[in-house]
């Protein structure tokens, strides 16, 4: 099989550099090791950047979004002492978007289809060659027989754990980590959503976050140790701690109900650099992650395929394959400056082991100021809503 882009990873990442590519005259293969069941199951975040958005709709696929998605032009936070309100809108005349990262990959897979898009499942032993050459290809199995791609470029949109980024050999890339010594346990449940806005807690018994993903559908957090299993937390349990941290007015009016999922998520902070190695190009969770307190995973997933897009549209169809150069370093300055918020919010929003009481009050005199000053405000606004492309 021959392609001018092929692409690691079915998530909405890669799925979404395909949609863009392709209405562009651009050839794509999407290659994913999971099923479409399994990757459309994934329950992720559901903060959409106004960036994020706009590129869904550039690409043909935010009719639904627009209809079913829900604005927010503010979020909540919440200490011991109250709660106050950041208004997004007042504070740099922007919102973001409620809109689950499942119902994005729905509507990027249909749009897909409806293009003829080549996307192969359960894809297995994936494997880049000739990445630093003139002619890089991929090969796989399915169902025990060798596949092989044929392509000009590769993307590689598979996460973390994917094979992406170890192809750059590791001598050439420069990782930074920092892994909190805490996780999320989060559910899922068929309840009305605790406010009509995200509300985040500074808590002394630990962080919690109450979001949602519609009307009758909840998400809800509660920080945990990582030495925590999710069989030692029943549902009531759960409802328990988090009403103890969110505010009495909010606690006191919670609708709870049975949990239908029920995960606890690690928190890291990791980049990896370069981004680029000759026709390899990593994407998303394949180059860094962030924390999901200030809701940006996804977000710079789609940051990046723009970056990457722009790239390979001028050098695919103008020819300017010095445009290929420029992609790490875009992508490169906007991850870092979202990774330095999401590590504030984290740092500011959790409690750490050995904490102090001196600590926690140093937590609660910035939360003050973020509630008093209009320049805390307009900053934690202007990087809560995404920083422009």
């Not at 000739?130 to 598979?158: L, N």
């Not at 790239?311 to 010095?322: E, H, K, Q, W």
Request: hydrophobic content about 40%.
């Amino acid at each position: 099989m021959r392609t001018q882009v092929a692409i690691i990873g079915g998530g909405p990442s890669g799925l979404l550099l395909s949609q863009l590519l392709m209405r562009a005259g651009i050839a794509t293969v999407v290659i994913e090791r999971q099923t479409r069941a399994h990757v459309l199951a994934r329950i992720r975040a559901g903060v959409l950047e106004q960036g994020c958005a706009d590129l869904l709709r550039q690409a043909g696929v935010g009719e639904r979004m627009d209809r079913e998605g829900h604005i927010h032009e503010g979020t909540l936070l919440s200490t011991v002492h109250g709660l106050f309100r950041v208004d997004f809108q007042k504070r740099c005349g922007k919102s973001v978007l409620v809109y689950g990262q499942t119902e994005v990959t729905q509507d990027l897979y249909a749009a897909q289809d409806a293009m003829g898009a080549v996307i192969v499942h359960q894809a297995a032993n994936v494997q880049l060659h000739e990445v630093t050459g003139e002619k890089p290809f991929v090969t796989y199995e399915v169902d025990g027989r060798p596949q092989r791609v044929d392509c000009d470029y590769i993307a590689g949109c598979d996460g973390f754990h994917g094979v992406s980024r170890p192809t750059i050999p590791a001598d050439v890339r420069t990782e930074y980590e920092r892994v909190y010594p805490f996780g999320w346990l989060g559910i899922l449940s068929r309840t009305r959503p605790a406010a009509e806005e995200l509300i985040y807690a500074n808590h002394p018994r630990g962080f919690a976050l109450s979001s949602m993903r519609n009307p009758r559908l909840s998400r809800h957090y509660i920080q945990v140790p990582l030495t925590d299993t999710v069989e030692q937390w029943s549902d009531q349990a759960f409802w328990d701690e988090l009403r103890r941290r969110l505010p009495a007015e909010v606690a006191d009016t919670l609708e709870m109900g049975p949990s239908i999922e029920k995960s606890i998520a690690p928190l890291r902070s990791f980049v990896t650099e370069p981004m680029r190695w000759g026709r390899l190009f990593l994407v998303g969770d394949a180059a860094h992650i962030v924390p999901p307190t200030g809701a940006k995973g996804l977000n710079l997933a789609a940051s990046d395929v723009f970056y990457l897009f722009e790239s390979l549209r001028a050098a695919v169809l103008d020819g300017d394959v010095a445009a290929l150069d420029h992609y790490g370093p875009r992508a490169l300055a906007r991850v870092w400056a979202a990774m330095r918020f999401s590590w504030w919010f984290t740092t500011l929003m959790h409690r750490f082991p050995g904490q102090t009481d001196f600590d926690q009050k140093i937590q609660e005199a910035e939360l003050r100021q973020l509630e008093t000053m209009v320049s805390a405000q307009e900053t934690m606004a202007r990087n809560y809503v995404g920083l422009p492309y």
